[in-house]
């Protein structure tokens, strides 16, 4: 059986960039960007290195854990309730990578009073591509990193001096699923920080591009000189890749073109075998409610919308109350209509447990994922594709390890 240590979690490609090493073990462990463009750790010394106990056990990148698996009544998970919704004010809306749901709760969250503060990832100050974590406490500060980043972020490296420096401040999370998992497992080891981080809000997540991915898709422009800011979505449903230049100029593209021919096709390994896209451990994960044509997601422009899965009493207690007090807007949803608008999501539910399996077997064990259904809904996928899928995975697998990522 293989040890779940660190130099095997990076080894074996399942290291998320998250941040969390270097929250831990700072200044003796620091996060740097490698040559594929992904965040990984950096250890001064090779004793913390090879022999933390911390890590293993916290680490998102091999540790998911759900105690809501019993309560799974379909192959999105537990759901409390789901509706389509987005954001009561169309500022927000226009503005946001879909519906602005997320956006709308966390304003409404802190005008409620709540919570104190908002985190969540966004762009860095005079940076159009390096991400960092931001506490924001007005509507102004979450509406100024409200959009989608297409990149890697150091999520957690700054974690614990942000929750000791305001040791009675109140916050929501918003994050991808992983995010959701790593600050979860963050709290379960620090039992100091209970009860600081009230709600779990998460979007959907199909994978996580490396940066050098966002420079191909720039270089597409055909610019010499680099952009002063960058959106990757919002604008508008699904809206454009937009980099603006220092001139005034701006040049653009598709979602389609952006995601679907260059970001979404460099993703690192662990986001290949990732059991948990749909935001299963948060109190409510959301997505695009995309308009179909076919049985498939139709990226025409539109006005944006968010399908929303209410995963705990305490998030249905927040979806109502933002819609009665006006924050969103909500729409009836036939669950059975989300496997058409999130069809990636819906045929990864059913493989990923061919590829867990395969990781697992090829690594003795090395992954501590708990609850999350994926072999349930492996029994109901079709055989040969999963086959194919834990083969695919295995030689990913081969690969990642010579290439260390």
């Known amino acids: 059986m293989m040890k779940r ?25 620091t996060m740097r960007i490698n040559s594929r463009g992904f965040y990984v750790p950096t250890f001064k010394s090779d004793t913390v290195y090879e022999q933390d106990r911390i890590i293993p056990r916290i680490c998102p990148g091999v540790n998911i854990i759900s105690d809501t698996s019993k309560n799974h009544t379909s192959i999105w998970g537990n759901v409390e309730m789901v509706s389509n919704a987005w954001a009561a004010d169309d500022v927000i809306r226009q503005k946001s990578s879909s519906g602005g749901i997320t956006s709308a709760l966390a304003i409404y969250l802190l005008e409620s009073k709540q919570v104190d ?31 989608s980043r297409y990149a890697p972020a150091a999520v957690f490296n700054g974690i614990k001096d942000i929750l000791d ?96 021919k260059i970001l979404g096709r460099d993703l690192g390994f662990r986001c290949k075998i990732c059991p948990d896209g749909i935001g299963l ?15 498939y997601p139709d990226f025409t422009e539109a006005k944006g919308k968010n399908f929303c899965f209410i995963r705990t009493k305490s998030g249905v207690e927040l979806f ?7 924050y969103i807007v909500t729409e009836q949803l036939d669950v059975n209509t989300v496997k058409d608008m999130q069809r990636y999501q819906y045929n990864r539910r059913h493989l990923v447990g061919w590829r867990v399996a395969a990781v697992q077997l090829m690594t003795g064990g090395i992954l501590h994922f708990k609850g999350l259904g994926y072999y349930k809904t492996a029994l109901h996928s079709d055989f040969a594709k999963g086959a194919k899928d834990a083969v695919g995975t295995a030689k990913r697998l081969l690969k990642a390890r010579r290439n260390g990522q």
């Open 5 to 29: 240590t660190i130099p095997n979690i990076i080894k074996n490609g399942l290291c998320l960039g998250c941040g969390l090493c270097e929250a831990i073990h700072k200044p003796e462990c």
């Open 117 to 147: 503060a908002i985190l969540h990832v966004g762009v860095k100050e005079d940076d159009y591509l390096h991400n960092r974590l931001f506490v924001s406490k007005t509507k102004e500060e979450v509406l100024r990193n409200n959009s």
């Open 165 to 260: 420096d305001a040791p009675e401040t109140t916050y929501a999370f918003v994050g991808k699923p992983c995010d959701i998992a790593g600050i979860q497992n963050f709290l379960r080891a620090f039992p100091q920080y209970t009860g600081r981080i009230r709600y779990f809000l998460s979007i959907f997540c199909a994978g996580m591009p490396s940066y050098n991915a966002t420079e191909r898709a720039l270089a597409t422009f055909k610019k010499h000189e680099k952009p002063i800011s960058l959106r990757y979505r919002g604008d508008g449903w699904p809206g454009y890749f937009t980099a603006m230049y220092r001139n005034g100029t701006s040049c653009r593209m598709t979602y389609n073109d952006s995601w679907g």
């Open 281 to 295: 451990l948060a109190d409510i994960s959301s997505g695009d409610s995309w308009n179909t044509k076919d049985g």
């Open 320 to 326: 109502e109350s933002a819609r009665r007090y006006g």
